[in-house]
């Protein structure tokens, strides 16, 4: 058995993560459960570079196992990919998500259908002992909803309306969201990426 590292202290991320990974013959710790502290500042341009950068830190302390990050946000194209890597921080770390979302649709008053666009991207980050890194990333598609809708969820699901369902992100259950996210497209697409390199190695 391998141990996974997983570069968060966000529970639900580990729920879901675990629920992803349960099938690899890995045990799957979360930074507190592996007795590690990991904040360095994510001051990269992409999503992956600072899904790395996370990743690099823990594995600078644990070079013995696989460590594995992720970074997301919301990308809206009419604001020239705003909020971005900036997502958390955007308009400051203490503004609530209802003044944040209330001033996406804003700013984005008088434009209409397709011209909305926005998506929700993941990077899941992993480096392995011998230093490999591996890579997968996902989007989740829709358009910036005219007014907020739906209590599931957090940050910005209330306003990112996808058009095949007819509905917001945040009114769709926990596992109906996961089937279909950035974030749960990502882990499985690692999920897969790591079950092929663990079953070369067992060969
Ligand atoms: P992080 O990847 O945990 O740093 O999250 C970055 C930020 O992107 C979050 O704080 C949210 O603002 C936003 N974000 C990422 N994924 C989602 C999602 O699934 N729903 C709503 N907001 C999200």
Redesign the pocket.
């Known amino acids: 058995m391998r141990d996974i590292i997983f570069a968060t202290g966000?529970e639900n991320k580990m729920r879901e993560i675990r629920e992803i990974f349960e099938d690899l013959p890995v045990r799957l710790y979360s930074l507190k459960e592996a007795g590690l502290v990991s904040d360095p500042e994510e001051n990269g341009k992409t999503f992956a570079e600072n899904a790395f950068i996370k990743a690099e830190a823990v594995h600078a302390l644990r070079p013995d196992a696989i460590v594995m990050s992720?970074?997301?946000?919301?990308c809206v194209d009419y604001l020239n990919g705003e909020p971005g890597v900036y997502?958390?921080r955007w308009l400051g770390r203490d503004t609530s998500y209802a003044e944040k979302n209330a001033e996406l649709i804003r700013r984005l008053e008088g434009v209409e259908g397709e011209a909305r666009s926005a998506r929700?991207t993941a990077a899941i980050a992993c480096i392995l002992p011998d230093g490999t890194r591996l890579l997968s990333e996902a989007h989740m598609e829709g358009q910036i909803a005219k007014a907020p809708a739906g209590q599931n969820?957090?940050?910005?699901?209330p306003i990112l309306y996808l058009p095949e369902y007819g509905k917001c992100?945040a009114e769709l259950s926990d596992h109906e969201k996961n089937a279909i996210?950035h974030?749960g497209k990502a882990l499985r697409q690692m999920q897969e990426k790591l079950r092929d390199l663990l079953a070369a190695e067992a060969r």
């Open positions: 966000n992720d970074d997301s946000g919301l997502s958390a929700f969820g957090f940050g910005y699901d992100s996210s974030r």
